[in-house]
């Protein structure tokens, strides 16, 4: 190419290795949104599939499965949880979780009732008194919510009366809150048009959705690009300039 001049090794060999390390990243954001977009319309088609045996999948729960299930027992109604940051339709308010004793099972099983919206105070909304006696539940055997940093430690062991309230739902808490074992997952209640509970579930994904991993994809090949292009033009020949006569 007698439009550039000849590159040092060395040049050479960071911008190949540059390139294939930016679309190496760019691949693994396409994949992570593959990925994501199939974990969604497996949470989509779990709503509408078949009731499972509930002793299948409860401690061993399939990966990245979301078995639909019916289980029978008692509320623990006096130990409810209120998850204090979810919004639905931009309305601050609290998801509630109560504990559910299965038939003959020493375990717990957390029961996302669903979404109460605030009543415009700090104060939490008025919960409707749970059902007693035998309770027949259906519903998606799905992961806790996400968790993360909670300033102050353990906001459960904190409080004395109940509900209590956290930012976040940690299962290990809320076991030894209770002095019990709690299933690896809890059971997020089909919607019903006669209770006051919003019971619209989604897959949390927005703090990393598809569409995002897709975006940065595009920007790691963009970096790819770019090395390659300034590589070429830190190595074109200069035109030799005319002189005047």
Do not use: C
Request: charged residues 20%; hydrophobic residues 45%; aromatic residues 10%.
């Amino acid at each position: 190419m007698s439009w550039m001049r000849k590159p040092s090794w060395w040049s050479v060999l960071l911008t190949i290795a540059g390139a294939l390390v930016f679309v190496r990243l760019g691949i693994w954001q396409l994949h992570r949104a593959d990925y994501k977009d199939e974990l969604l319309r497996r949470y989509a088609a779990a709503a509408s599939a078949p009731v499972q045996a509930f002793d299948a999948v409860a401690a061993q729960p399939p990966q990245d499965a979301y078995p639909r299930v019916r289980v029978q027992g008692t509320y623990r109604a006096d130990r409810l949880y209120l998850l204090d940051n979810p919004k639905h339709d931009n309305l601050g308010g609290v998801e509630v979780f109560a504990p559910f004793q299965l038939d003959g099972q020493p375990r717990l099983l957390m029961v996302d009732l669903g979404f109460l919206p605030g009543n415009g105070t700090d104060k939490a909304p008025q919960l409707p008194p749970l059902p007693s006696g035998e309770q027949t539940l259906q519903g998606l055997y799905e992961p806790p919510p996400g968790t993360g940093f909670e300033m102050g430690g353990n906001a459960l062991a904190q409080q004395a009366q109940w509900p209590k309230t956290s930012i976040y739902l940690e299962l290990d808490q809320v076991a030894t809150d209770l002095h019990a074992q709690l299933y690896p997952r809890v059971l997020a209640l089909d919607a019903d048009p006669a209770s006051i509970y919003v019971r619209v579930h989604t897959l949390d994904l927005s703090s990393m959705p598809p569409a995002r991993h897709r975006a940065y994809a595009f920007q790691w090949f963009t970096f790819a690009l770019a090395a390659v292009v300034i590589f070429l033009v830190l190595h074109r020949k200069k035109r030799p300039t005319k002189s005047k006569s």
